[in-house]
């Protein structure tokens, strides 16, 4: 099982669990919160719930986690299809209820839908500014004409203002590495990225990019739709 698989699973079962930590590119460790991700509606930023408010049609969630937002598509009477990479996290998302759960990467799936979302700055997973791209592309052949993407991002630029940005690659490209129990993941690449990286990106690949909503807090949310 993945190391964050397995944190998730412990919390789930019994409530309980050591210390998530989350190495990364930039600086020191941090400890990651696992009842995060377990929030109900009342825990979720207002970012999330207006993305959420948003959705129609058939839905794709993508890095859907343990299921919290499409359990909550569900309640709306919403169709929702829930997918991951993580079989542990699947598993407790349809454990909670949630009707359609597949472990599922997104480079291959093969389905169309009117929405698909990636909160959490579920983006992020696309790892590169190519990455980014190829994704949007990938995109097209999952979206219904007149569908809609809707995800999050923030721009990480404070976290150079007191060092120079890097110099071989984009500024928002990091890395990360789960720890737990002693036992590391892989390295993986995450990805955030500003506004006018969005949109020019968007626009190169044919899509129209909106900026929905700003937290104040450099998060926001993104609506793409094809150009």
């Not at 794709?60 to 009477?77: K, Y």
């Not at 592309?137 to 721009?155: C, E």
């Amino acid at each position: 099982m993945d190391v964050f698989g397995k944190a998730l699973t412990d919390i789930y079962r019994t409530g309980e669990a050591d210390t998530l930590w989350l190495h990364n590119s930039y600086g020191e460790p941090e400890e990651m919160p696992l009842e995060f991700f377990f929030r109900d509606d009342e825990d979720m930023p207002v970012l999330e719930l207006q993305a959420l408010h948003m959705c129609s049609g058939k839905v794709l969630d993508i890095g859907a986690g343990v299921g919290s937002h499409a359990l909550l598509l569900q309640a709306f009477n919403i169709d929702v299809t829930a997918i991951d990479i993580s079989e542990a996290a699947v598993n407790i998302m349809k454990d909670r209820g949630v009707k359609k759960a597949f472990v599922q990467d997104i480079f291959t799936y093969r389905e169309k839908f009117d929405t698909i979302i990636m909160l959490m700055n579920g983006i992020g997973l696309t790892g590169t500014l190519p990455g980014f791209k190829d994704f949007l592309i990938r995109l097209k052949d999952l979206i219904n004409p007149n569908g809609q993407v809707l995800f999050d991002s923030s721009d990480i630029a404070y976290l150079y203002e007191d060092m120079p940005k890097p110099e071989n690659q984009y500024y928002g490209e990091v890395s990360y590495q789960y720890e737990y129990k002693g036992e590391k993941g892989n390295w993986f690449n995450w990805i955030y990225i500003d506004e006018e990286t969005i949109k020019s990106t968007a626009k190169e690949t044919g899509w129209d990019a909106e900026l929905i909503f700003d937290d104040g807090e450099d998060q926001y949310l993104v609506k793409l739709t094809l150009a």
